[in-house]
């Protein structure tokens, strides 16, 4: 797993990049459609920590902190920024929530706002609680405008890690509680399919949000 990166790196190098995000969104074109898999390809050769996939995104049927249902496919339509962490984690977690943070404060005072949604989910739906989830997002600076943090019923503990497990990450059980794990960002298109993963903490953001402006305008 890739060194963490400081929560004060993370938000220096973020806040480079609110500018661009704007620049991006109001620039965007139905045209930009044409040139996704040129972008996709570019940014392959420049960002070391992407891998470029093109498959169906697995779906699921999970639950917010009020316990109403929320399905993956119910964002068709959209792009979806999706990671799996949880709230008790002591480490690389609660930078993956401030990396995500940082993106979701570039993008939303922009017109892709309304066009992506991030998800969180927890891979410790015992403890997270709903009580836990709905601290969390005010807690790591996510605007619940378009960031959801989703669960499993207590009743069926490892549903979310199982389902980790079909995005490519395990989160194996340690002491104390903690689980061992990697770190991943999940780009999913507006028809459902699985783009990209963001592999680590050292991913350049903006070459993300350039990712994630190209993939609003992509129409096929």
Same mark, same amino acid.
């Given at each position: 797993?890739?060194?963490?990166?400081?929560?004060?790196?993370?938000?220096? #190098? =973020?806040? %480079?990049?609110?500018? =661009? %995000? =704007?620049?991006?969104?109001?620039?965007?074109?139905?045209?930009?459609?044409?040139?996704?898999?040129?972008?996709?390809?570019?940014?392959?050769?420049?960002? #070391?920590?992407?891998?470029?996939?093109?498959?169906?995104?697995?779906?699921?049927?999970?639950?917010?902190? &009020?316990? #109403?249902?929320? #399905?993956?496919?119910?964002?068709?339509?959209?792009?979806?920024?999706?990671?799996?962490?949880?709230?008790?984690?002591? &480490?690389?977690?609660?930078?993956? $929530? !401030?990396?995500?943070? +940082?993106?979701?404060?570039?993008?939303?005072?922009?017109?892709?706002?309304?066009?992506?949604?991030?998800?969180?989910?927890?891979?410790?739906?015992?403890?997270?609680?709903?009580?836990?989830?709905? $601290?969390?997002?005010?807690?790591? +600076?996510?605007? &619940?405008?378009?960031?959801?943090?989703?669960?499993?019923?207590?009743?069926?503990?490892? !549903?979310?890690?199982?389902?980790?497990?079909?995005? %490519?990450?395990?989160?194996?059980? +340690? &002491? %104390?509680?903690? =689980?061992?794990?990697?770190?991943?960002?999940?780009?999913?298109?507006? $028809?459902?399919?699985?783009?990209?993963?963001?592999? +680590?903490?050292?991913?350049?953001?903006?070459?993300?949000?350039?990712?994630?402006?190209?993939?609003?305008?992509?129409?096929?």
């Amino acid at each position: 797993m890739p060194a963490p990166t400081t929560r004060s790196q993370a938000d220096h #190098r =973020l806040g %480079g990049v609110m500018a =661009l %995000g =704007l620049s991006l969104a109001l620039l965007a074109t139905p045209a930009a459609a044409h040139s996704l898999k040129g972008l996709e390809d570019a940014l392959f050769k420049r960002e #070391r920590y992407v891998e470029i996939v093109n498959r169906p995104a697995p779906d699921f049927t999970l639950e917010d902190a &009020d316990g #109403r249902p929320v #399905r993956l496919a119910n964002f068709k339509g959209r792009v979806v920024v999706l990671y799996f962490i949880y709230a008790s984690c002591p &480490d690389v977690c609660p930078l993956h $929530s !401030a990396a995500i943070a +940082g993106i979701q404060r570039a993008i939303n005072p922009t017109p892709m706002k309304d066009l992506i949604q991030f998800i969180a989910v927890t891979t410790d739906p015992v403890r997270d609680t709903p009580a836990v989830m709905r $601290s969390y997002g005010a807690t790591h +600076g996510l605007d &619940d405008a378009n960031w959801k943090f989703l669960t499993s019923s207590t009743d069926k503990p490892d !549903a979310t890690r199982k389902i980790a497990e079909l995005y %490519g990450l395990k989160f194996t059980p +340690g &002491d %104390g509680g903690h =689980l061992m794990h990697g770190v991943v960002t999940h780009l999913i298109d507006k $028809s459902g399919n699985l783009r990209a993963r963001y592999h +680590g903490l050292k991913f350049n953001p903006t070459n993300m949000i350039v990712h994630i402006n190209a993939l609003t305008n992509d129409y096929h």
